[in-house]
């Protein structure tokens, strides 16, 4: 009998200690990480923005039509945040999803800049991307909302989910403006960038979804060029998030082949003249 008591004693006892743990983790998000903001004016919530580390840009830039679920939202966090129950699908209640290459990141050049864009039924706006110069106050303001994640602490639902104070380096401030611009703040041309509708409400209903799509704008050598749209972001009335990813037009894959057989026949022809040499 002591045994079992021992037993379920020290069972207990971890259980709680994992619950006491859970959330109490340092947020280390990554320059190139996803960050998913959420914002509202209103209360409740309107003091605070919950802000999500969704993982590397890399995941969402495969383009082969995969979809996966993102597990590092909760939705006891919108619902302990901005409303009980289903009182959290708010027409007022505003989020979108964004990363850049402010600070040198692996596999990207300077200044690119992942956006998302409300989907309307397909419709949805295509982002103009700019020189590097032109894009640094996009992603400066950008990066300047993931290092306010990066370091604070966790909820207690989500090891990757934190309350950012509504101001300083908040997703508010750093990419919304307060809620007083529909684009990423710091885009200095609304014409040449398109940025429109970048967020989406959580106005969702019933059992149905949101959806923003997700485009990448690499910087131009000059002029401006079509941004690329990598997938689509869906936000359902249970608090799931799901990433579908797009499949290239096949004039895509023809492309990438002729740029592999250009590579390839480079790389043999700097292969014979070495052996010349």
């Not at 991307?129 to 400066?140: C, D, M, R």
């Not at 370091?151 to 990757?160: A, D, L």
């Not at 380096?169 to 509708?197: C, D, E, K, V």
């Not at 409400?201 to 401006?224: C, K, M, N, Q, R």
Request: proline share 3%; aromatic share 10%; charged share 10%.
């Amino acid at each position: 009998m002591n045994k079992i008591k021992i037993a379920v004693s020290a069972a207990l006892g971890m259980i709680s200690l994992a619950v006491s743990s859970y959330g109490q983790v340092t947020i280390s998000m990554s320059d190139g990480d996803m960050l998913l903001g959420f914002r509202t004016a209103n209360a409740p919530g309107n003091t605070l923005n919950l802000e999500v580390d969704l993982g590397s840009f890399s995941q969402f830039t495969l383009m082969n039509g995969s979809s996966f679920f993102l597990p590092q939202l909760s939705v006891l966090d919108l619902q302990g945040t901005y409303g009980s129950g289903t009182s959290w699908q708010r027409s007022d209640l505003f989020w979108s999803i964004s990363t850049s290459s402010f600070n040198p990141v692996a596999g990207l050049p300077d200044d690119t800049i992942f956006e998302t864009s409300v989907n309307n039924g397909g419709t949805s706006t295509i982002f103009k991307a700019q020189t590097a110069t032109l894009q640094i106050p996009v992603s400066q303001n950008i990066d300047g909302a993931i290092g306010g994640l990066n370091g604070t602490q966790s909820t207690v639902n989500s090891n990757f989910a934190g309350l950012i104070q509504d101001s300083g380096n908040s997703y508010n401030a750093n990419i919304s403006q307060f809620g007083g611009f529909t684009r990423p703040w710091g885009a200095s041309s609304f014409s040449l960038m398109s940025f429109q509708n970048v967020e989406n409400t959580t106005a969702i209903g019933g059992s149905g979804f949101v959806s923003s799509d997700l485009y990448e704008l690499l910087p131009t050598h000059s002029g401006t060029a079509n941004a690329t749209l990598l997938g689509t972001f869906e936000l359902f009335g249970n608090g799931t998030l799901e990433f579908i990813s797009v499949i290239p037009e096949p004039s895509t894959y023809r492309m990438l082949a002729l740029g592999g057989a250009l590579l390839c026949a480079l790389m043999i022809l700097r292969r014979r003249r070495s052996v010349r040499a």
